[in-house]
């Protein structure tokens, strides 16, 4: 193995890299130091997420455990400028109230090793890998959402998080291996030449799946999903919607793509199933949530059923439409879920009733969250809308009108209480209402890098059109 | 910068001048003034303009432009306008600017009341300049939600739950929409070639006719929703009354327009053998909502219900119209848009007026408002005989049209139900006189509405402004009538 193939894997390396610089920098500094590894930490950050816009080949490694591609590698970047995003909004949450526990430079750490999983998951060639990547991803969040050491919501959040995963890895192992007993191989590639539809290859799909069902909390899977975010710091919680999900969603759909290509009818009824159960059960709960964490949990659970519609073509219009979604739904979610963590941490209020009258005192963050939440529902010209009816036309374009229109009456649901929000912003008033305050420096840049994306990503088709373009990469 | 676009980006840089510059009322509907006057000036030049250039153009569409948006699902914005879409827009600027005038002292928030107003009016002026169903359905999506913001924080009333209930209905209806485009869109293809949102190419396809059947309901229940289709309508009542009065105006005036404007360009003029095959189906829906709006007006107690429920009389004849599928009905529906877009936006900014003096809105409360406020007493009298059909006004040319083209139908069915029809007149008449007689004729009701404020220049100014174009329909009605008929040409060849 030379160092011209070493290099495909540039982004691990780097935040390999990263891991090791954060490891040395807390052994050598002193106490008065440590709050330095918040710019420290962001900058290398910044600058491994900068490198992602560079180009890089397509390849394999280590006899295809390992493997890149075009979208792969777009997908990294990606949720590397979610993750950049989402450490800017946690930055002042870490400095006032983590770095005098001596805690901060482990927060860094867990998420960066998390999200180094969630590279290995996607990139992976083999079932091992993707094991290892899964657990790697799962693991380091488990004690980030404990990280709020002495609540004991915080620590009941992540026994019930450890403990559903833990369920939720072993099922998924179950299945690899009734399918390595059908097909002798856990490689992808030579499984998918193997595998037929037979009752066994079936029981195995199905146990893996429940196992990736549950990282993406769809319906029947989900029930995990409020109590975690509830508990977990709003960060973590953010980290769960945004990367963790979108990750396990883009593998699931590689996955569902070229594994198990051979097992599509079968599937096909599944996915079909579980989106309009994802859909109605996120919806319908979200409409009664008064504590914005757990509201913005259903909610995105409901965006999970809408994500999966891409599945329903499996083809390049699927696969760009469902990364292109999750690509504008973390920047949707990011501005929603900052705004909620800028707010608690000047006030420390997180009910939807708390917000009311908000807009005459803040209004900036009350058009971002607006911004956020409209995106979140689909209405132009966010970028929320172009995902949405994008995954439709997927959905549509293998002749799936009824699933569509269920989806669609699903979004005029999820609309209702995304307006909830809104009227408590801007149509009440209140003499409680929050104060004006202005948010600290990096919470300012990580709501405004979230706004650009969420204004942007939508208008300006060249971004979708470069993933569709890309999107072809992994299905031939 | 062609002379389309700008209609689009005047309201956006408006939007952004306010959102920079504005610091307190006075410099916002300063703004909002100058720029919506900026965008009237445009529209009577776009009339102009476009009686030129179809001298010398016979295209469908003329000031085309098209633009790649979305390569990989062939989105372009594509911009393009004939005579229908020129009178819209004309409409739309003279309501808009009328209700910037009217909004003169709104005293909450006034630099937000003008944004989310002239946001919904880049939606709005979007709509009608688009030829591509993508870029459409994204203007009127935008046009449709600054209304949650419009009604519910400067509403009346139940202000909460009525902008709820608007923003619902009408986003539901999108929503279903959604699904009836993407059907036409994935069945553009049918004569082979790619598939296309250009509204001109569809219009040369012939889609099987078993997806019309499927597709046409859904787009036109869609669309129809805005345009107040029983039994979708209630939406309309409720949103109307709450609204403050220039987003009442503007909501009655021209985004219920709308909803004619698209079943007529999108679900028949692109689904021919569905409409055709439905239409007896939503005929009756449409014959139905004339009568049911007319009776609803007569049982109000409240001025602005009243002008709502005849909203959705009115609007259901443009829609019942529309169905009747001859040159002279169509020319009639889109006469009755605009004529019920002047009147109706007259008839909110006056209620507005005298809500504002009086705080009452109740009919039984109010009498003798003439002998106080001669003005509006005078405004008010012309525009309630204008909306019961008098001769010389545009009421009359429109809804003398759209009978007489249904009339033309020699079948019994037909024939019936445009008789059943026309008697809305009469009923009309009735909730109009009385309504007309009871609070401005007659010796005044209250002795504290004895110094009632005299109409202010502004108010006048926006009621001038509505006025003159409903008496030039009402005198010369051929001229808009032959401008439109080139325009209704292509929907005959393809309908027909």
Do not use: C
């Amino acid at each position: 193995m030379n160092l011209e193939s070493f290099l495909l894997m540039r982004s691990e390396i780097g935040l390999l890299a990263i891991l090791l610089l954060l490891i040395i920098f807390e052994i050598f500094s002193n106490k008065k130091q440590k709050a330095a590894v918040i710019p420290f930490a962001l900058i290398l950050l910044a600058i491994n997420t900068a490198l992602g816009f560079l180009p890089l080949a397509s390849g394999e490694l280590f006899g295809g455990m390992f493997r890149t591609n075009a979208l792969l590698y777009f997908f990294k970047t990606t949720l590397s400028l979610g993750v950049l995003i989402l450490l800017l909004q946690s930055a002042d949450w870490l400095k006032e109230k983590v770095v005098d526990e001596n805690k901060a430079s482990e927060f860094f750490m867990l998420i960066i090793s998390s999200l180094l999983g969630t590279y290995f998951m996607i990139s992976a060639g083999d079932f091992l890998m993707f094991y290892i990547g899964l657990e790697l991803t799962t693991l380091p969040v488990a004690a980030l959402v404990a990280y709020d050491t002495y609540k004991r919501i915080s620590a009941e959040g992540a026994v019930k998080y450890i403990l559903s995963s833990a369920l939720a890895s072993g099922a998924a192992l179950f299945g690899i291996s009734l399918l390595y007993a059908t097909t002798g191989t856990i490689y992808f590639e030579s499984m998918a030449e193997i595998l037929t539809s037979s009752n066994l290859s079936i029981l195995g799909f199905v146990f893996f799946f429940s196992g990736l069902a549950f990282k993406i909390s769809l319906a029947p899977f989900h029930f995990w999903t409020a109590d975690v975010y509830e508990g977990a710091p709003i960060n973590v919680a953010s980290y769960l919607s945004v990367i963790s999900k979108g990750a396990a969603v883009v593998i699931l759909m590689i996955l569902l793509f070229t594994v198990f290509k051979p097992l599509m009818e079968t599937w096909n009824k599944i996915i079909y199933i579980v989106i309009i159960a994802t859909m109605f059960i996120g919806n319908l709960f979200a409409i009664r949530q008064q504590n914005l964490k757990r509201f913005l949990a259903y909610s995105s659970i409901a965006q999970a059923g809408f994500i999966l519609l891409g599945l329903m073509s499996v083809d390049q219009l699927g696969t760009a439409t469902i990364v292109y979604f999750v690509a504008v739904y973390i920047f949707s979610n990011l501005g929603a879920f900052g705004v909620v963590q800028a707010v608690s941490s000047f006030s420390d209020k997180e009910n939807i009733n708390d917000y009311e009258g908000l807009y005459r005192t803040n209004p900036k963050l009350s058009l971002l969250m607006m911004l956020a939440l409209f995106s979140l529902a689909g209405i132009p010209p966010l970028a929320g809308f172009f995902g949405k009816f994008f995954l439709y036309t997927a959905a549509a374009s293998q002749g799936y009108y009824i699933l569509v229109f269920i989806a669609v009456v699903n979004a005029t649901i999820s609309l209702y209480y995304y307006l909830l929000v809104v009227r408590a912003m801007f149509l009440r008033q209140s003499d409680q209402a929050i104060p004006y305050f202005r948010s600290p420096f990096y919470m300012r840049l990580g709501l405004i890098l979230a706004a650009i994306g969420i204004l942007v990503a939508g208008v300006y088709s060249p971004i979708y059109d470069y993933i569709f373009s890309i999107s072809n990469t992994f299905l031939n | 910068m062609d002379i389309l676009s700008l209609f689009v980006i005047v309201p956006l840089l408006i939007v952004l001048a306010l959102t920079f510059f504005a610091k307190d009322l006075k410099q916002a509907r300063l703004i909002s003034v100058v720029g919506m006057g900026i965008q009237f000036a445009m529209s009577i030049n776009l009339i102009f303009a476009y009686l030129k250039e179809r001298a010398v153009n016979t295209n469908i569409m003329v000031f085309t432009r098209d633009v790649v948006w979305y390569e990989t699902f062939n989105i372009h914005y594509i911009i393009g306008v004939d005579a229908i879409s020129v009178v819209m827009i004309a409409l739309t600027a003279i309501v808009l600017l009328a209700g910037v005038f009217i909004s003169w002292k709104i005293d909450d928030l006034p630099k937000e009341f003008f944004i989310s107003l002239i946001t919904l009016s880049s939606g709005v002026f979007g709509f009608f300049i688009s030829t591509d169903l993508f870029t459409m359905f994204v203007f009127y999506e935008i046009a449709v939600i600054p209304m949650y913001l419009l009604i519910g924080i400067w509403g009346s009333g139940p202000k909460e739950n009525s902008a709820m209930k608007l923003t619902l209905m009408l986003m539901g209806a999108s929503a279903v929409l959604s699904v009836g485009i993407l059907g036409i869109y994935f069945n553009s293809n049918a004569d082979g070639g790619a598939l296309t949102f250009n509204i001109l190419e569809i219009a040369q396809v012939n889609i099987p006719e078993a997806a019309q059947n499927i597709f046409f309901p859904l787009t036109f229940i869609g669309f129809a929703v805005i345009g107040a289709l029983f039994p979708f309508h209630t939406w309309s009542p409720s949103g109307h009354a709450s609204a403050p009065t220039a987003v009442s105006m503007l909501h009655a005036g021209v985004l219920m327009k709308l909803g004619g404007y698209g079943v007529f360009r999108i679900a028949m003029y692109l689904l021919p053998k569905g409409a055709l095959n439905w239409s007896d189906f939503f005929l009756v829906l449409s014959a139905f909502g004339v009568i049911y709006g007319a009776f609803g007006a007569i049982m109000q107690k409240d001025l602005k219900y009243v002008n709502a429920y005849a909203s959705v009389s009115h609007l259901s004849l443009v829609l019942f119209a529309l169905l009747m599928f001859n040159k002279t009905a169509w020319t009639g529906a889109i006469i009755q848009s605009l004529s019920h877009g002047l009147l109706t936006a007259m008839f909110f900014a006056l209620i507005g007026m005298v809500y504002g003096r009086t705080h009452t809105r109740e009919i039984s409360k109010l009498g003798g408002i003439m002998k106080v406020l001669p003005f509006i007493g005078a405004i008010y009298v012309i525009t309630g005989l204008a909306y019961l059909g008098l001769p010389g006004f545009s009421g009359f040319v429109a809804e003398m049209t759209v009978f007489v083209g249904a009339f033309q139908h020699p079948d019994m069915f037909h024939r019936i139900l445009t008789i059943v029809v026309v008697s809305s007149i009469v009923v009309t008449a009735v909730y109009i006189l009385r309504m007309v007689g009871k609070i401005m004729m007659g010796s005044l009701s209250n002795d504290d509405y004895k110094d009632l404020p005299k109409a202010t220049w502004f108010e006048k100014t926006g009621l001038i402004l509505l006025l003159i174009p409903v008496i030039l329909i009402g005198v010369l009605p051929l001229g808009l009538s032959e401008m439109l008929k080139e325009s209704i040409q292509p929907f005959l060849e393809r309908l027909l």
